[in-house]
């Protein structure tokens, strides 16, 4: 069984930002999770039989055609309390759920999701349902697009008042690539990188 990732990864300035706010807060949690992890915005998470890996590459390959770049922007910082995956509480920049957010995370899930594996959960509702059909429970329009900073021991509030001068909102961001990456713990080794056509 392979894990695999399908992310929109950060580049330039922005990438730079978002790892040295990954910094800043190291240094202020004693227990954390993906502090380290590559600043990236998660599109599609699932598993697959080994047997089929080269096949998921080519499919990956075949949207290279149809995708171009867009305009997306952060919209504020974002706490996910309790994380259901970590259990401590997870700081974001949260992206808006554009349509063309919408378009690419569905053309990546039509695309790749009849190679995925079944994979048992804690989720319960739409995320039960999501999970159970995509191998991911967050395909859709309950999908939060976020920038995840790190996990952390620290109260929900206080992390807000933490990252609340490090960054200024809305700012815009370009949407031009798709990365197919395999997942081993908090190792992530790249497979292929799509660059996506410029809008005319």
């Not at 700081?91 to 957010?101: F, G, K, T, V, Y």
């Amino acid at each position: 069984m392979i894990k695999l990732g399908v992310f929109y990864c950060l580049e330039d300035g922005f990438k730079n930002d978002v790892e040295s706010f990954k910094s800043f807060f190291s240094s202020k949690c004693e227990i954390s999770k993906y502090l380290n992890h590559l600043p990236h915005l998660s599109l599609y998470v699932f598993n697959i039989n080994s047997n089929n890996l080269s096949d998921v590459i080519f499919e990956f390959n075949k949207m290279q055609k149809s995708l171009n770049q867009f305009s997306s922007k952060t919209v504020k910082w974002k706490v996910f309390e309790n994380d259901i995956l970590t259990k401590l509480n997870t700081l974001c920049l949260e992206i808006e759920l554009s349509n063309e957010l919408k378009f690419l995370q569905m053309k990546v899930v039509g695309s790749l999701s009849k190679f995925h594996v079944k994979n048992y959960s804690e989720y319960e509702g739409e995320l039960k349902l999501s999970n159970e059909r995509h191998g991911y429970p967050f395909v859709g329009d309950h999908w939060i697009p976020h920038i995840t900073i790190g996990s952390m021991d620290i109260k929900s509030e206080n992390l807000l008042e933490l990252s609340e001068k490090l960054f200024a909102f809305p700012q815009k961001i370009s949407i031009n690539n798709i990365c197919l990456f395999k997942i081993k713990g908090d190792y992530h080794e790249l497979i292929k990188k799509i660059d996506f056509e410029r809008s005319s």
